[in-house]
């Protein structure tokens, strides 16, 4: 658990354990391979980086244009709609109890 009090170096240390050491060691995997054999280098290790961030790139682009059409044009449709038979339901009720 991460408690409030903590110094701004473990901070550091703790996101340099998390991101970068990982990162570091995917991308030196590559060049583990002396004998150029593609054999023995690890699928994700032939991803070039910048293709791999682009393409993450992309597919969030796409999530979020997609959250967005839902919370910007169906979503109110849907309420409308409820709400509109919710109206209906009431107004029916109210001629029948009198």
Known sequence: MRKPQDCAVCKIVRLYLLLAAPL???????????????????????VELIEFLANGTVVVLFVIVCF??????????????????????????EKSSQ
Do not use: C, H
Not at 68 to 93: F, V
């Open 24 to 46: 570091l060691i995917v991308l030196g995997s590559a060049a583990l391979d002396s004998t150029g054999e593609k054999s023995s280098v690890m699928w994700f290790a032939r």
């Open 68 to 93: 967005k059409a839902y919370q910007e044009y169906w979503l109110p449709k849907k309420r409308a709609r409820a709400l509109d038979e919710l109206l209906r339901n009431n107004a029916s009720n």
